[in-house]
């Protein structure tokens, strides 16, 4: 058994982690980790200067992914929550992006291999950013976007499934 399944495993045995809907075990790879002061459970932090998201599972837990985040000029932090959940989500380029790359057209389909969003996508409420997954994994773990958090699709899918529109995100460079 996994590391990763069989702390989840022992946690439920024991009562100190219980499951629910919005919790279901993981189907990618993520890490547990001691949870980062000062968070409430259920809360989304994103780590720029780590690249790292943490969703906070109570005080002691949080599980960890590893994710682009925006590049010089394009970061941000703040305080916000999910908006909107979608599957295999329609691109269209924002305007600083289209800026840039004028000859990227003005919508690519979901599902497409050219979309950027990859199979699922949480949209930030109060502006033009999202969670989501990634058509070139490589990008993961660096400082590439302009401002989204970007996620391996096997992560996305999973944290996608653990929480809900309403969840809280906290975004912060420490």
């Known amino acids: 058994m996994r590391p990763f399944a069989s702390f989840v495993a022992a946690a439920v045995a024991a009562g100190s982690l219980i499951l629910?809907?919005?919790?279901?075990?993981?189907?990618?790879?993520?890490?547990?980790?001691?949870?980062?002061?000062?968070?409430?459970?259920?809360?989304?932090?994103?780590?720029?200067?780590?690249?790292?998201?943490?969703?906070?599972?109570?005080?002691?837990?949080?599980?960890?992914?590893?994710?682009?985040?925006?590049?010089?000029?394009?970061?941000?932090?703040?305080?916000?929550?999910?908006?909107?959940?979608?599957?295999?989500?329609a691109w269209s380029p924002p305007d600083d992006v289209k800026r840039d790359h004028p000859n990227i057209p003005d919508v690519i389909e979901g599902g497409s291999p050219r979309n950027p969003m990859g199979v699922a996508a949480m949209t930030l409420a109060g502006g033009q950013y999202a969670i989501h997954g990634t058509n070139v994994p490589k990008s993961v773990g660096g400082y590439v976007s302009y401002g989204c958090v970007r996620m391996y699709n096997p992560d996305i899918t999973d944290l996608f499934e653990r929480v809900s529109v309403g969840t809280p995100v906290v975004v912060t460079s420490r």
Do not use: C
Not at 27 to 47: C, E, L, Q
Not at 75 to 89: C, H, L
């Open 20 to 89: 629910t809907a919005g919790t279901a075990p993981a189907f990618a790879h993520p890490d547990m980790v001691r949870a980062p002061a000062g968070y409430s459970p259920g809360t989304i932090v994103v780590k720029t200067s780590e690249r790292r998201l943490y969703l906070i599972l109570d005080e002691q837990h949080a599980i960890r992914y590893p994710v682009g985040v925006g590049k010089r000029g394009k970061e941000w932090a703040g305080e916000t929550r999910i908006s909107g959940k979608y599957r295999n989500p």
